[in-house]
């Protein structure tokens, strides 16, 4: 008896998540909010459902109450957060995120950041992109721009998502 393969494997993952959006930004609208949108039409195009959004000052209290929010929500199993992961003195996203994770995915921050350094080189290090376990939820704290969002979403949330949640239920 062999051991699936990991494609064998993901392919009795859910093909639509409940989905909630976080933007952490101080300056950003929810008309200005590009890199949001960007999240929601990535995810709907793939099948999932936005269960919720939310933008939020990159106040830790703020991002912290939204994620309660979030674990509180049955429609919710996923939370994907965007902004406030860089070294700036109002970047908080981070220690916000970190201080709830049961689990942490490290290999999400760490294959990110490669990735990244592959596109622009050494400021890849400036990342504290993140994800882990709460509550159930798998959660995603990715940069704010537009081109971190997009790769990360691509070619590392979205390729897992369900297989992800699938795991989370077990």
Same mark, same amino acid.
Do not use: W
């Given at each position: $008896?062999?051991?699936?393969? @990991?494609?064998?494997?993901?392919? @009795?993952? !859910?093909?639509?998540?409940?989905? $909630?959006?976080?933007?952490?930004?101080?300056?950003?609208? !929810?008309?200005?909010?590009?890199?949001?949108?960007?999240?929601?039409?990535?995810?709907?195009?793939?099948?999932?459902?936005?269960?919720?959004? @939310?933008?939020?000052?990159?106040?830790?209290?703020? /991002?912290?109450?939204? /994620?309660?929010?979030? *674990?509180?929500?049955?429609? *919710?199993?996923?939370? /994907?957060?965007? =902004?406030?992961? =860089?070294?700036?003195?109002?970047?908080?996203?981070?220690?916000?995120?970190?201080? $709830?994770?049961?689990?942490?995915?490290?290999?999400?921050?760490? *294959?990110?950041?490669?990735?990244?350094?592959?596109?622009?080189?050494?400021?890849?290090?400036?990342?504290?992109?993140?994800?882990?376990?709460?509550?159930?939820? /798998?959660?995603?704290?990715? !940069?704010?721009?537009?081109?971190?969002?997009?790769?990360? $979403?691509?070619?590392?949330?979205? !390729?897992?998502?369900?297989?992800?949640?699938?795991?989370?239920?077990?």
């Amino acid at each position: $008896m062999s051991t699936p393969s @990991h494609k064998e494997h993901k392919h @009795h993952a !859910p093909r639509s998540v409940g989905c $909630m959006i976080i933007t952490c930004s101080d300056t950003r609208t !929810p008309e200005t909010d590009t890199s949001g949108q960007l999240i929601q039409k990535l995810l709907k195009e793939s099948g999932h459902t936005i269960a919720a959004y @939310h933008l939020v000052k990159d106040e830790p209290a703020q /991002i912290r109450a939204r /994620i309660s929010d979030g *674990v509180a929500n049955d429609s *919710v199993q996923a939370i /994907i957060i965007n =902004g406030g992961t =860089g070294i700036s003195r109002r970047d908080s996203t981070f220690e916000a995120v970190d201080a $709830m994770l049961e689990k942490r995915l490290d290999g999400f921050g760490e *294959v990110f950041r490669f990735l990244t350094y592959q596109e622009i080189g050494s400021p890849a290090i400036m990342s504290r992109a993140t994800a882990g376990i709460i509550k159930g939820r /798998i959660l995603f704290s990715t !940069p704010g721009s537009e081109n971190a969002v997009r790769l990360a $979403m691509e070619k590392l949330i979205l !390729p897992e998502l369900g297989h992800l949640v699938k795991e989370l239920t077990k």
